[in-house]
């Protein structure tokens, strides 16, 4: 530690270079917490998976629908313990733009299936009196600059009843109680939904979700279920909710991939760039090195000195971490709707600062070898 | 009242310093290309500096470049999802789906209201006189990929016996057309190879139907060569819908001109509630969103890079002038003005970064065809389409290059105009 000040004026000999290499770095760990969010927002679905739960889509065509009247029957299979129904609402908010998840839900069981969204008690009483009621997820809220109390229009011709909007009473919001929640849905009740639509519609759901006892019971259970439905007008296709999820998220395909290959890319080319310039900077000072080899500093403190400096703008380039925990919830508000919100989440910034750390050692150990080899005699004679 | 006029003097304030900017640049990049007329200064010299410090510029070149070359990737990527579902669309024909509908998975029309618009004025007509009018009836069904094994959605489509004569660019490479009133199945040409079993001969089941593969078809890259054809009528039975309620109708006209008069037809007509769009027009509404997110996004990747690439130019920059101190002050001794200076170095950034630019688009050029298959939020179906790098996207490559080089050797040449001949002949 005596030699910090040495290694302090060494850095601050080029104002201007060293500024530019900390702003480089901090721009590849701004980009590198970039991509690690992106990635993690594709891959969301399969993350916030409950392993208790269970999915029943209709086996023919995720879109088609099934008779309300399984309900009972799956209730009756040992080991299930709650049963939930939904339908695809399908709408807008004023413009085809403004997509968002609409469900139309079964008040009764949502709560004990979906325990990770909560809705303050007064507010779902007030949801379960209110017939056009609907309970919203907090950044739908926000996005759409929504209050409890607001009556919002929602269009969908999903359902045979042409261009007419349908109004909702705002009666709640819900949060998710972990940060990677989705608090985009938009819940409506049943009731409201089965006395609208037409006849041909009535007691048609799109899926179940099923609470189980015992997890390990999941592949019984979709067993009993798919084979009791075998050969009922609509067969059914029983899935844990995580391979259902994931079923959603292969399906985004190369995307994810190609954009965190090119990330990577990007990444190592930028950190290359820096790498180069600080190797660039101790090979101008090959003389001075060498002065002070000459006057007894040993090999191991000069590559001290050499990796100390790259390690100092390694740190302080971690800027960019922090520059991207500002940022991103930014930029996740400016792609709602896009994307599922946009996470920083603690893994991502501990590896943006290890790879930093990597880095600023990767840099130093050449130049740094470089100068302990070095016999004085050479290095004094270059100049 | 207060925060209002702030923020209007605020963003005055920033346009003037984008204008300014921007004018900067631009003469930059001018005097930059000029240089070599204008300046006394010998481009030989620039070259020979090149070579002198080529560790230097090969970082910068290999910084510039990678930007140019996400950039370009990017911006290929949403060419060509939008190239193909555009290409799903004729200008010669019309698409109507009941009205307010955005997609063709939702609502339905009915057969009545299709009979109405086959006789419509500007419907063209087949040699025996048949209306070319194809009605459809789409879904998704799961299907494993080859890739992974797991089930994605396909987006299955029932369509009139006739259909190739509306959608003229389908032509049927293997097998035949499937028989009318069959279980039988006629597949895209990306379809047969991203998902299991889709080959001529093969059965698959869906729906608990047996389906037998009969044809494949090639739809020019366009969003069907997706998708699996069969006859409607079966479709439609199989997806417990309805008979005859179909899902959109594509209409061929007797010529693209004719659309206008075709949709005051349908629109004027008190027994018709539909909506009635250019086939060309629905498809490039449908990419919109996919469009939408992979340019944002590649746009802020870009964006983060371009400023570590400009970070990199002008380190490399800043120390050519500040080895090269004495040179210059040499140079200056000898009578050059600064001016000759400035212009001398934004020729030298000029070059890198074009040299950046040609790298970085030649090392993208691969991906020029190269197929891909996402998931099209419109229909919750799988899409296969391919990167397309055109040429004004390549300009635009060079463009950026040149900006982001002009950006970093700007100031470091002016501070080597600027720096007195004395003190940097003093210098060591």
Redesign the interface.
């Known amino acids: 530690m005596k030699y910090s000040r040495l290694i302090f004026a060494n850095l601050f000999r080029?104002k201007?270079?060293l500024i530019?290499?900390i702003?480089?770095f901090a721009?590849?760990l701004?980009?590198f917490a970039?991509?690690g969010v992106?990635n993690d927002a594709f891959g969301r679905g399969a993350a916030v998976v409950s392993a208790n739960r269970l999915v029943i889509t209709n086996r023919?065509?995720?879109?088609?629908t099934m008779p309300l009247s399984y309900r009972d029957q799956i209730l009756r299979i040992h080991g299930v313990k709650y049963v939930t129904f939904d339908n695809w609402f399908?709408g807008?908010y004023q413009d085809?733009?403004n997509?968002f998840p609409q469900f139309v839900i079964d008040p009764e069981n949502q709560r004990q299936v979906f325990p990770e969204f909560k809705v303050p008690d007064d507010q779902w009483n007030a949801f379960l009196k209110d017939r056009q009621g609907a309970i919203v997820g907090a950044s739908t809220m926000q996005r759409f600059g929504w209050k409890i109390g607001d009556r919002v229009p929602i269009?969908?011709?999903?359902y045979?009843l042409?261009?007419k909007s349908w109004e909702f009473n705002i009666d709640g919001v819900y949060h998710g109680s972990k940060p990677e929640d989705d608090e985009t849905q938009f819940w409506l009740q049943w009731d409201y939904f089965e006395e609208s639509v037409p006849e041909?519609i009535k007691g048609q759901i799109g899926w179940y979700t099923l609470q189980i006892d015992n997890p390990d019971d999941a592949p019984r259970i979709a067993k009993t279920i798919d084979d009791m439905f075998m050969n009922a007008?609509?067969?059914t296709?029983t899935q844990t909710e995580s391979a259902f999820a994931?079923?959603?998220v292969?399906?985004?395909?190369?995307?994810k991939f190609?954009?965190v290959t090119?990330?990577t890319?990007?990444f190592f080319?930028?950190l290359?760039?820096?790498g180069?310039?600080m190797a660039?900077s101790v090979r101008e000072r090959t003389p001075e090195l060498a002065v002070l080899k000459a006057i007894g500093f040993s090999d191991r403190t000069i590559l001290g000195f050499i990796l100390g400096e790259s390690l100092v703008i390694a740190i302080i380039g971690c800027v960019g971490l922090l520059l991207a925990f500002a940022a991103v919830p930014v930029?996740s508000r400016?792609?709602a709707g896009?994307?599922p919100s946009l996470l920083i989440t603690p893994q991502v910034i501990v590896m943006g600062v290890l790879a930093a750390l990597a880095v600023g050692v990767a840099a130093a150990i050449l130049p740094g070898f470089g100068a302990m080899r070095m016999r004085v005699v050479d290095a004094l004679r270059r100049v | 009242m207060a925060t209002k006029l702030i923020g209007g003097v605020l963003i005055t304030i920033l346009a003037i310093v984008a204008l300014l900017l921007i004018l900067i640049v631009v003469g930059g990049i001018l005097a930059g290309l000029l240089a070599p007329f204008i300046g006394s200064v010998p481009i030989s010299y620039n070259f020979r500096s090149i070579r002198a410090r080529w560790t230097s510029t090969i970082v910068a070149i290999l910084g510039i470049a990678g930007t140019v070359g996400v950039f370009v990737a990017m911006l290929s990527l949403a060419r060509g999802f939008r190239a193909t579902l555009v290409a799903s669309g004729s200008p010669g024909n019309a698409l109507i789906m009941r009205a307010g509908s955005t997609t063709e998975m939702m609502g339905g029309i009915t057969l009545d209201s299709v009979k109405l618009v086959e006789d419509k004025p500007g419907v063209a007509r087949s040699v025996s006189g048949q209306p070319l009018v194809t009605h459809e009836v789409v879904g998704v069904i799961p299907i494993p990929l080859i890739s992974t094994g797991t089930d994605a959605n396909v987006q299955v489509r029932g369509v009139s016996s006739n259909v190739l004569d509306i959608r003229k660019f389908v032509k049927i490479v293997q097998g035949r057309m499937f028989t009318p009133g069959l279980d039988e199945l006629l597949v895209g040409s990306n379809a047969s190879k991203t998902y299991e079993g889709l080959t001529v001969g093969n059965t698959v089941n869906f729906g608990g139907g047996h389906w037998k593969v009969v044809g494949v078809f090639d739809a020019g890259g366009s969003s069907f060569d997706s998708e699996v054809w069969c006859d409607e009528a079966i479709l439609n039975e199989v997806l417990k819908r309805p008979a005859n309620i179909f899902q959109s109708a594509t209409i061929h006209l007797t010529s693209p001109a004719a659309f206008q008069q075709f949709k005051d037809a349908i629109t004027s007509d008190p027994q018709l509630n539909l909506e009635v769009e250019r086939e060309v027009d629905y498809y490039a509404n449908q990419s919109s969103t996919m469009t939408e997110l992979i340019t944002v996004l590649g746009g802020i990747v870009a964006a983060i890079m371009a400023i570590g690439a400009i970070f990199g130019a002008l380190n490399t920059m800043y120390s050519a002038v500040s080895e090269r101190g004495r040179e210059i002050a040499t140079m200056r001794a000898l009578g050059f003005s600064s001016w000759n200076v400035i212009l001398s170095f934004l020729f030298e950034a000029v070059i890198i970064s074009f040299i950046a630019a040609i790298i970085g688009c030649l090392a993208v050029l691969p991906l020029n065809g190269l197929t891909t298959n996402t998931m099209n939020f419109q229909t919750f179906s799988n899409l296969a389409f391919a990167f397309k790098i055109t040429f004004d996207l390549l300009l635009m490559g060079v463009v950026f290059a040149l900006v982001m080089g002009v950006l970093g050797g700007l100031l470091p040449a002016v501070r080597a105009a600027v720096r007195p001949v004395a003190v940097s002949l003093r210098e060591l």
């Open positions: 080029k201007a270079r530019l290499t702003g480089s721009v590849a701004f980009l970039f991509l992106v023919t065509s995720i879109i088609n399908g807008v085809p733009k997509f269009k969908t011709t999903l045979g042409g261009d041909g007008p609509d067969e296709r994931a079923s959603w292969k399906q985004f395909g190369n995307i190609l954009i090119i990330g890319v990007v080319t930028l290359l760039v820096t180069n310039t660039i930029l400016a792609m896009l994307l």
